[in-house]
């Protein structure tokens, strides 16, 4: 699929006005779309497909010598495989195979780990007295909960990323003055991707991406589609995730009382999503010509959606209340309700961890990328507890029926004194076994640990 150079961006080809929130892009490249509206026509159906590799990487592979040619077939091969890249047709069925790790039971079983998760990232954050959220808290959470989906260590999952990056950059190689040697590097990093799934699928647990395709659970798709499907879950399970929790920690902890509403929580996270997206736009081509309002849109020509301006509410049937900060259409991201539900786990193990966690009053300082959008620096503060130290004496004693604080607890009462400080917005420590007796749970929870 070729790009055609679009007409005047002041008029459409048949000299009317431009519809609303149409704009040209630069070069003649495309459209840029900053209505609601307009995008909820545009990107319903299947008017509007995605920028395939194909072309891309066939022009690439015009300019290099003949030895390197096969590396370029090789990698063209991998991100036609890519759902976020495929056709409609392929994509459908790229979806489907992969629909069951995010649909309403998924999520459900995996939640668990995700409150596991937020929890060991959260607590030494808040025992340190808090400190920078985006490298401490929001990215290694991230990372946690992207390797357990995969099926990854951390360890692999992070490589796995930087990997697929070089990999990614081969898609640029024809602007570089040596694109042969882009591509190169493009392939030996694919071929450490291969044998980083290889040694990790074996191990992976049931449930996670590699876990079931070792046990063949995958549809009828072949191995090289799970594995450049896999690659790609690592690269849209991280920047956007930690992106989106950033921008919801600079409005949750930034308003006083919201991290212990349920309500209100959910109600920033929501705004946090609608004004700012972790993705700035979505870039969309067109499949074939058709006309709205008068104005054409011809095959080949990019139409780029700004999520933010889309996500503002207007009276349009259709739409309603939804956001496109997962995106709209057939290629709506399908992590959608695991990354709210991510979220809400952080934001819950925050409050138990640290319930007066709030910003440290310094500029957020922001990132500067042409599609991401969060926080790049976000100082936070956590403040230790402040504890009713007579109050929850009594609560303990009441909740195991003994008045003796020093006695030593049994092994079923240490959990029924973990249940009591969580119910109070408390954490306990990792192992229950280290407080012996009422008294050092009660010290805990009123110390910096606690």
Known sequence: MSHTRSPDAGASAAGTALPDGLSGLPNGLGWLVADRHLAVRLLTGDRLGVLEPGPVMADLAARLPGEARPLARELTSFAERIMLQAGPARHAELRKAFGGFFDADAVKAVTPFMGSAAEQVVRPFAGAG?????????????????????????????????????VALVAYAARLKDPEEAVRAGHAALARVRETLAAARPAAPPGS??????????????????????????????????????????????????????????????????????????????????????????????????VADANRLDDDPVAGRALFSFGWGAYRCLGARLARIQALELFGALHRAAPDAALAGEEVERVRHIRFAMPRRLRVVCPPPRTDRDGLTRALCEALDEHDADRPLTSLEREVALVVLAERGMAGPEDPRELTTIGEWVTWATSAHG
């Not at 991230?142 to 990056?165: I, M, N, P």
């Not at 950033?246 to 109600?267: C, E, F, H, K, M």
């Open 130 to 166: 808090g400190g920078e959220f985006m490298t401490a808290v929001a990215f290694p959470y991230a990372v946690r909960v992207g390797a357990r989906l995969v099926g990854v260590t951390d360890d692999d999952y992070r490589r796995l990323h930087k990997l697929s990056q070089q």
């Open 209 to 306: 991406v590699l876990g079931e395709w070792n046990a063949g659970a995958i549809g009828n798709l072949c191995d090289a589609d799970i594995e450049a499907n896999a690659v790609m879950l690592v690269q849209a399970s991280l920047e956007t995730v930690a992106g989106m929790l950033g921008n919801a920690a600079v409005r949750i902890l930034g308003a006083p009382g919201a991290l212990a509403d349920p309500g209100r929580l959910d109600a920033l996270l929501d705004d946090a999503l609608r004004e700012e997206p972790p993705l700035k736009t979505l870039e969309r081509v067109v499949r074939e010509p058709f006309t709205v309002d008068g104005h054409e849109f011809r095959r080949g020509q990019v139409v780029s959606v700004r």
